[in-house]
């Protein structure tokens, strides 16, 4: 408590990422690419000219929202960048949804949203998942002030097809769908296709898991010119460099290995889906996932004491203490090896 904290500040329970562990562990909380980015972001750094850092980025990263903007198929005009997803996320909370009726989002999704809607004042309610643990589409209000949610959903994995997205936008047309996509390259289907037609719909992406630059801090935004000045008001009122020049020079590298980027994608899918199958025979509820993450609980042992148990034998996986996720892990998809060792210490803890 300070007497100089503005009262919001008092209320506010800020967002705790996972742990970065001081030791060595095998890493499987927070959902990074274990394997390294593409050989030619090694080549841009070791070549990078020093002397670039003199001087300010490019204020509009024209470079690198033009690689996006190919990538995807958009014009340059609809593609946004900033300082990792967060802070695109961060960006559409003050630009979209501090309206005078209530945001929506799902009971459970990604959990800096209500951490948002603090910091930025905005009411918003919320809407219990589907028996599938899939996002309720059909239940969201199309008088909402907005709605955020992530697809593939996190940490669930689940998530829905472009076909039912679209249907989505065609009933909510008077407020803003942010779909949040940081997971959709590990088996989701993009909307991003789909904001050329719906003015309202922005989606997010980001670098750090798919091109495995966490580190960098890179993320995006696809939505109508309309959208993307919203979000560029914002930002350009406290910070009018979007990132910096490194990061601009890096991520265009990254964008440029598709064959990397594809070959990454499908190893950790097939071991995503390998890890299913093994915990399923040891009695793990492991639900389907289209993400590099697998949420599982078993139905005679407590997650907490797994949780421990792992962490006592070297790999630190996810445990959210809440109500609706107490049950689970959370387990991010590393390399064969890391996944090898995860499911014999399981089977020690289980067995
Ligand atoms: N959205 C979701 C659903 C996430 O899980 C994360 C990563 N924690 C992010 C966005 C933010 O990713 P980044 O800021 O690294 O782009």
Redesign the pocket.
Known sequence: MSKFWSPVVHELTPYV??EQPRERLIKLN??ENPYPPSPGVEKVLNDYPVDHLRLYPDPESLALRQALAREHGVEVGQVFVG???????ALAFQAFFRQSVPLSMPAI??S?YPVYCRLYDIAYRTLALGDEWQVPLEAFDAHSGGIVF?NP???TGHGHGRDVIARLLERVTECVVLI?E??VDFGGESAVPLVEQYPNLLV??????SRSL?GL???YAFGSRELIEGLERVKNSFNSYPIDSLANAVGIAALEDSEHFNACREKVITTRERTRRRLMNLGFEVLPSQTNFILTRHPDHDAAQLFVGLRERGILVRHFNTEALRDFLRISIGTDDEMDSLTEVLETLVG
């Open positions: 990422p996972g927070t959902n300082n990792g997803s967060d802070e695109v996320l999704t990604y800096f992530a959903n996190a940490p949040d940081a997971y997010t992406g980001t670098f750090s898991k966490a801090r890179l993320g």
